[in-house]
């Protein structure tokens, strides 16, 4: 029912759901990573960050998956310099979508030098020249949003 919530944009209503269910059982990991989901997707990082909090309480440990809804919070409410301090320093390895959330919100925000400093991250991380090829499309568009008309034409490489 949280995921449901989440997926539907309804944040508030699968945190009450969360707070209910509380009372009651402990929750696990899958359904940490549903509240968060469900935070992200409203832009409530207060929220969030409790309930990356709670995990502890509740004798669970944080994984990247859950950091990186926080950090997809941050992104949404474009606290970008947040996001990408905790991306360094939560103690878990960032994955290659948490850079590409980061490099995505650099883009909407037209901080291209962030966005070099991401994409560099999420190239290292890339498995495939198509995953490549994505981050190089993200990187040429944050470019052509902040008018680096010499990024855009190198594609996306600095």
């Known amino acids: 029912m949280i995921k449901a919530y989440a997926v539907n944009g309804l944040g508030r209503e699968a945190l009450a759901l969360f707070k209910m269910m509380t ?6 990991s ?9 935070c992200s ?11 990356l909090l709670a ?6 440990q944080p994984e990247a998956s859950h950091f990186t809804c926080l950090i997809d919070a941050l992104c949404r409410v ?12 939560s103690g878990v390895t960032p994955d290659l ?4 959330i980061l490099l995505s919100a650099c883009r909407w925000k037209g901080e291209a030098e ?11 991380l890339a498995t495939s020249k198509e ?3 994505a981050i190089h499309v993200v990187l040429a568009k944050t470019y052509a949003a902040a008018r680096q008309w010499e990024q855009v034409e190198a594609g996306g490489n600095r």
């Open 23 to 28: 009372q009651k059982t402990k929750p696990n």
């Open 41 to 51: 997707h409203a832009g409530l990082v207060f929220e969030a960050q409790e309930v």
């Open 78 to 89: 474009g606290r970008l310099q947040e996001a990408e301090e905790m991306t360094e320093s």
């Open 97 to 100: 979508i948490t850079w590409m």
């Open 30 to 38: 899958v359904t940490f990573q549903c509240v968060l989901n469900a």
């Open 55 to 60: 995990m502890k309480e509740f004798g669970t």
């Open 114 to 124: 962030r966005a070099q400093r991401c994409g560099e991250r999420a190239l290292a």
């Open 131 to 133: 995953e490549e090829a």
